[in-house]
């Protein structure tokens, strides 16, 4: 499979994190889904809603380098567990809501858990992928995340139609808790470590080594290299947080379909997803083999994603039929995430010795994006009833965006003279 051994070791480790990333999307896009229950109950406008959807993005944006630079120095199998039970509190806990600064607080203490997340599955992925395999594993593990996009839609709609939107909650808590549990048992920082590991999984693969306190972290140059990176992200993260918060909530209220019908809808959408993200992993891990040219494999990718995403999203600011909707909005979601891939593999190419700081940095700028995207969603639909409106700025950004890729540099990692202490020579 894609250079893996089956049932070995790196395979394994791959499900595990995939299996993560779904997890991760079920309980952030949870919300979402059940808003309009929630919404009736509690009483908020769109605007209100569309502040409880950002919560979640301030604690995430800080715990992105927080959580990264953490994983590089204690690893990510700690650093996932924490993480992991903060899910599972604050997941059960949004079911115990009965006010608006209720659902902020725990949608804030969430994004901390989750901010912390993608970076340190970062530092584990470079730690047992070799660099011709990154962008198909960066690229399977999200596709995992679209297909928690995906499923989250229909499962949570029968859950709260059968049992209440509070039981819902508290249920994809108990799944989560599983999850952290196996990820504790089988997971090793260190490949060579684990017990399944054999010689030819090792083929490839970097020397293992966290970066202890006396390392300091090259900031400036770190900044210099990641920063075209964080302003592509920050594109590609203000349509698509449009899309993981209030995709429901269009179809629900924008059509006027209900519950049902609006989830299944969004679950289209998303698994357009599914397949755009492992697509754009393996098109870059393509290029890069038939070419030795790492930038182009990850920035042409980056770039027609973009452009791509930009076409499908123009026939929304023009037609009200669903069905041209429902086929504009998953051509532009399978375009926007063929961005994932190349790009995730971007801080690992970059700044493998901190590739858990450098994936921080870079999901920071989406998380910006994510902070003002939906309040800017909510905003306009309350003051105009349009609820296309919103998609034209991601016309714009996103058109930003392509043109912003000529200056990712993946070709030019951080020097390790760059990257060592002051007074202390490179290794």
């Known amino acids: 499979m894609f250079g893996y051994r089956r049932g070995g070791a790196p395979l394994n480790v791959l499900a595990l994190l995939g299996a993560m990333s779904f997890l991760l999307y079920v309980d952030r896009v949870n919300l979402s889904t059940a808003a309009s229950a929630i919404q009736a109950e509690l009483g908020f406008s769109n605007t209100e809603l569309g502040v409880a959807f950002s919560a979640f993005a301030y604690s995430y944006a800080i715990f992105q380098v927080v959580g990264g630079w953490i994983a590089d120095r204690i690893g990510a199998r700690v650093t996932l567990l924490v993480c992991g039970i903060i899910w ?11 006010s608006f600064a209720a659902l ?35 690229g399977v593990t999200h596709s995992c995340s679209r297909l928690g996009n995906a499923l989250t839609p ?37 490949p060579r470590t684990h017990r399944g590991v054999i010689a030819e999984d090792l083929a490839g693969l970097p020397d293992y080594r966290l970066a202890k306190q006396a390392d300091a972290v090259p900031w400036g140059p770190l900044l ?8 592509v992200y920050f594109c590609y993260g203000w349509t698509g947080w449009l899309f993981f918060t209030w995709l429901p909530v269009f179809f629900k209220h924008g059509y006027g379909l209900d519950l049902k019908n609006s989830a299944l809808f969004a679950s289209g959408v998303f698994f357009a997803g599914v397949v755009g993200d492992t697509v754009g992993g393996v098109l870059s891990d393509r290029i890069l083999r038939r070419t030795g040219d790492v930038e182009a494999a990850r920035r042409r990718v980056i770039t027609a994603s973009f452009l791509g995403a930009m076409v499908f999203l123009v026939p929304v600011l023009f037609t009200r039929d669903l069905l041209w909707i429902g086929l504009s909005l998953s051509g ?58 919103p998609f034209a700025g991601s016309i714009g950004l996103l058109a930003f965006g392509a043109l912003a890729t000529r200056w990712i540099r993946p070709d030019r990692p951080v020097a390790e003279t760059e990257a060592a202490p002051v007074g202390v020579p490179a290794r």
């Open 88 to 98: 599972v509190v604050t997941t059960a806990g949004t079911g115990l809501v009965g």
């Open 104 to 138: 902020f607080a725990v949608r804030f203490v969430l994004g901390i858990g989750e901010g912390a997340t993608l970076p340190a599955a970062g530092r584990a992925l470079s730690n047992w992928t070799p660099q011709g395999k990154r962008g198909f594993a960066q």
């Open 154 to 190: 229909p499962l949570v709609a029968v859950l709260i139609l059968t049992l209440s939107w509070r039981m819902s909650f508290a249920i994809l808590g108990a799944v989560t808790a599983i999850w952290v549990v196996v990820w504790w048992v089988y997971f090793r920082d260190d």
């Open 224 to 231: 210099r290299r990641m920063a075209p990176t964080m302003v």
């Open 332 to 389: 532009a979601f399978f375009m926007l995430e063929l961005t994932i891939g190349p790009i995730w593999a971007v801080p690992m190419d970059i700044a493998p010795r901190y590739a858990g700081t450098a994936s921080g940095l870079m999901n920071a700028g989406s998380a910006v994006a994510g902070i003002v995207s939906p309040i800017v969603f909510g905003i306009v639909i309350d003051a105009t009833g349009n609820w296309t409106l």
